[in-house]
């Protein structure tokens, strides 16, 4: 079922968030952790809007999330308007992936046309912490990047570890509690659910 309407329901607390970051760092590999806590190891193109929703101090939270390509064209201005938060990733063995970041938080925090971006709540995550051998990123430049941004800091390992990646989230929905209304109207995507089973079953496929 790829697609089913929930009009019944509001959650005490909906958000947006955008995943970004360039190719290969694990965008698509830190959503699909968050939601079905596993690792499938490969996940093709796949360029979606995932809604998730979990209790968190006694409150009912969804989460809009897009899982979406690294491009600075139009759309990116798009999901700027959309989002109500960010998840910026890197891999901790892609130097360039960390650079983008740095980039994309300027980028962000500087888009026109759009009043509020630059207060938008960014988390900042530095992926692939298990394959610290490779390392060519130090925790430290990370730390030091989102102190700089004013954002919160993450090292994680999607393929080894799913409660790191909850508190990627977890934290990006405390920083959304503290921000200050905006005059920024998102698009709703409310109560869209897509499901999962689109990933598995290409999973199936590919393995044939
Ligand atoms: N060792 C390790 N590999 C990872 C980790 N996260 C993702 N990968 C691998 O990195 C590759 C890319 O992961 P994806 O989740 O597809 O990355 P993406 O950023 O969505 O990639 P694009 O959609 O191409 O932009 C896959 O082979 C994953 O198995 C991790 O934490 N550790």
Excluded: Q
């Excluded at 968190?56 to 690294?70: K, Q």
């Excluded at 490779?134 to 570890?161: I, K, M, P, Q």
Aim: proline fraction near 4%; charged fraction near 25%.
């Amino acid at each position: 079922i790829p697609l089913k309407i929930n009009e019944t329901h509001s959650p005490d607390m909906e958000a947006n968030i955008v995943v970004l970051g360039t190719e290969s760092v694990g965008k698509s590999a830190l959503t699909v952790r968050l939601l079905t806590r596993r690792f499938i190891g490969e996940y093709g193109d796949i360029e979606s809007i995932y809604s998730h929703s979990f209790i968190l101090d006694g409150r009912e939270v969804t989460l809009n999330i897009w899982d979406a390509p690294y491009s600075e064209t139009p759309l990116f201005e798009k999901k700027v308007r959309w989002a109500d938060g960010y998840v910026l990733i890197y891999s901790i063995c892609d130097r360039a992936s960390f650079n983008s970041v740095s980039r994309l938080v300027h980028t962000i925090k500087s888009t026109k046309d759009c009043p509020g971006a630059d207060k938008t709540p960014i988390v900042i995550v530095g992926n692939k912490r298990d394959l610290h051998h490779r390392r060519t990123v130090l925790s430290e430049e990370g730390r030091l990047l989102a102190l700089n941004a004013d954002c919160h800091f993450y090292e994680v390992s999607a393929a080894e570890n799913y409660h790191s990646v909850l508190m990627v989230f977890h934290g990006l929905v405390d920083r959304m509690k503290d921000a200050k209304p905006t005059a920024k109207r998102p698009l709703r995507f409310k109560g869209i659910v897509k499901s999962m089973s689109a990933v598995f079953a290409r999973r199936r496929t590919d393995s044939f």
